[in-house]
């Protein structure tokens, strides 16, 4: 009795630094996931803030010239305004030269002082009015080339506010074709992930033969798990080496398929019914489903499956295929699913 109780002791103490040793790295594996994940998330987001601020910066640059050309149509406005008063004080300007000149022409020839005087006078308001004639059309020509240089920056700037258009429809068309290009890539990603689960899981039920406690549920190939296990236990019986070694096989096949470039996982999910467990070595169906799910882990990783390519996960017994409250049901809840998935 004393040696029974012994070796049960003994059995206990293997147990718990293994499971432990589990735990430890299902947690390193998820934070390297994690960070992973993290990583991309920030890259991404700092790569779309480089284009927000271009675009931003593109649409200030467009304000400012809309504002500019806006300026310098009202300054052509207010010349031409000024152009057509001074127009019409130079035909003001001509007729009263033609009124003195008229004068001029049709006063009597009188040679007295009085008359003299009267014609210096007219000549001399007809000599004004030529001057002021002469200065008006020189600042009209002086606005007619203010006129056309105004007209040459509105050109430029038209042409600049067009090719900050353009630029801007360029950047948008750039954003969106890139925006395409990362959705096809990631779309053909998918399928080509897709082809080889397939694949993979055709080979598998191949390889297992037409067993009824193993079959295909969705993307998930599932095992009972009586196949592996006993009940409430987490130690993998021997007559399971031969599918577990076939599937180490197949695994291995898929590593030199699949290429280098496309990151992916098989997932290894424990389940278990909803019987609760309490037990030294399982206190909850949890740590039950997830030492299972890390024991057929560790079995391939011995048969030269890459640690890379697996992920052990536990769902306990909170993800049933079948909600019934029977032996059957739970039979089938029971089980162990592999999920090839990206990384």
Known sequence: MALGRFRGRDRQIDYWPGFVDALSTLLLVFVFLLTVFVLAQFYLTQEMSGKDTAMQRLQAQIRQLTELLALERSNNDDSESEVGKLRSSLVMLEQERDKLQSQLGSAPADTSAEAQQRNADLARQLGDQKDAAAQALTQIDLLNQQIAALRRQMAALEEALQASEQKDKDSQAKL?????????????????????????????????????????????????????????????????????????????????????????????????????????????????????????????????????????????EYQPLDTADTEEARARNRRIELKLTER
């Open 176 to 316: 969106a074709d890139m925006g395409r290009r990362l959705n096809l890539a990631l779309a053909q990603r998918v399928q080509e992930l897709t082809r080889f689960r397939s694949e993979f899981f055709g080979r598998l039920r191949q390889i297992l033969g037409d067993r009824p406690d193993i079959r295909v549920v969705g993307d998930r190939f599932v095992f009972q798990s009586e196949i592996f296990f006993d009940r409430g236990a987490a130690s993998l019986r021997p007559e399971s080496d031969p599918a577990l070694d076939k599937l180490a096989e197949a695994i291995k096949a898929l590593e030199t398929e699949i290429p280098s470039d496309l990151s992916w996982v098989l997932r290894v999910d424990g389940h278990t019914d909803n019987r609760p467990i309490q037990t030294p070595q399982f206190p909850s169906n949890w740590e039950l489903s997830a030492a299972r799910a890390i024991a057929v882990v560790q079995y391939l990783i011995s048969k030269g499956v890459n640690p890379v390519h697996l992920v052990a996960a536990g769902f306990g």
